[in-house]
């Protein structure tokens, strides 16, 4: 099994910044996992926010690209989601994902952190 947990989330001003990070634990989880930052804004569909796959390629929505920047650090088996130029429309739940392959769905979620921009 693989375990999730989101930290980092808050309130911040309109500009600012917040990095969140995600530990990952359990037996089954690999390096190898695709992992993913998603966000839910109250009355909206969950949206994908960035994601990394098995080779270490990464993408971004658009809404997000060239301000959030995901990361890894495989020994600390901890994913994270800097964040930058925040703004009201990024104000959401944040989830943290992984599946074990490229494609799918994804398997294992967090509990999520909430971010607020005002």
């Known amino acids: 099994d693989v375990q999730l947990v989101e930290s980092g989330g808050g309130s911040v001003q309109i500009g600012g910044s917040l990095t969140l990070a995600c530990a990952v634990s359990g037996s089954t989880f690999s390096s190898s996992y695709c992992m993913g930052w998603f966000r839910q804004a109250p009355g909206k569909e969950r949206e994908g926010v960035a994601a990394v796959d098995s080779a270490g390629t990464i993408t971004y929505a658009d809404s997000v690209k060239g301000r959030f920047t995901i990361s890894q650090d495989n020994a600390k088996h901890t994913m994270y989601l800097e964040m930058n130029s925040l703004k009201p429309e990024d104000t959401a739940m944040y989830y943290c994902?992984?599946?074990?392959?490229?494609?799918?769905?994804?398997?294992?979620w967090g509990q999520g952190t909430q971010v607020t921009v005002s």
């Open positions: 994902a992984a599946r074990p392959f490229d494609f799918g769905r994804y398997n294992y």
